[in-house]
T-cell receptor, first 114, second 116 residues
Framework: GENVEQHPSTLSVQEGDSAVIKCTYS??????FPWYKQELGKRPQLIID?????GEKKDQRIAVTLNKTAKHFSLHITETQPEDSAVYFC?????????????FGTGTQLKVEL | EAQVTQNPRYLITVTGKKLTVTCSQN?????MSWYRQDPGLGLRQIYY???????DKGDVPEGYKVSRKEKRNFPLILESPSPNQTSLYFC???????????????FGQGTRLTVV
């Protein structure tokens, strides 16, 4: 089955700096890669996703890149703000007509310090 | 409002006492799943369902049961809970992927379960 590794497990940055979280996956058939943000005591919520036919996607201060050959994808947050502090999960999924099983990484605790 | 609703939010129980955590979604999603979240381990899938009366094991199914008698509901059943099932549980739902469209998974609020 799919295996997703995520690094680092914790990340501390100064407000205004950039943050990068990296994930690797094992199953070359995976074709959908979402990122979820989980604030303390809350549910995970989708912040950005990328399909396998795209190399990069950007939404305001966040961007995701995908390297299918190397089987890794990354989340980039620029101009970090205190409200970006949360746990971030990457996931890999092989989307088929049969369903969308998400395999998650172990999470990155991001702390944005003032 | 589109949502996934879990109940209860918090539950403390004793070893061996059967319990059910309910999950309901109002988005007409075919695909529903249960995850448990443990520190350092991320979110691990327990069971999933592709549609009514179709369920299958995820990565950590031992000690759990599910049912899918209606499209909107997907309860998680612990027949004989043990302390190692103390965890934070999330239900999630999404459309079944077709051409990798509309695949966003929506999560419930979570259920914090403690088994003593």
């Amino acid at each position: 089955g799919e295996n997703v590794e995520q690094h680092p497990s914790t990340l501390s940055v100064q407000e205004g700096d950039s943050a990068v979280i990296k994930c690797t996956y094992s199953d070359s058939a995976s074709n959908y890669f979402p990122w979820y943000k989980q604030e303390l005591g809350k549910r995970p919520q989708l912040i950005i996703d990328i399909r396998s036919n795209v190399g990069e996607k950007k939404d305001q201060r966040i961007a995701v890149t995908l390297n299918k050959t190397a089987k890794h994808f990354s989340l980039h947050i620029t101009e970090t703000q205190p409200e970006d502090s949360a746990v971030y999960f990457c996931a890999a999924c092989m989307v088929t007509g049969g369903g969308n099983k998400l395999t998650f990484g172990t999470g990155t605790q991001l702390k944005v310090e003032l | 409002e589109a949502q996934v609703t879990q109940n209860p939010r918090y539950l403390i129980t004793v070893t061996g006492k059967k319990l059910t955590v309910t999950c309901s979604q109002n988005m007409n999603h075919e695909y529903m799943s249960w995850y448990r979240q443990d520190p350092g381990l991320g979110l691990r899938q327990i069971y999933y369902s592709m549609n009514v009366e179709v369920t299958d094991k995820g990565d950590v199914p031992e000690g759990y049961k599910v049912s899918r008698k209606e499209k909107r509901n997907f309860p998680l059943i612990l027949e004989s809970p043990s302390p190692n099932q103390t965890s934070l549980y999330f239900c999630a739902s999404s459309f079944r992927g077709r051409g990798a469209m509309n695949t966003e998974a929506f999560f419930g609020q979570g259920t914090r379960l403690t088994v003593v």
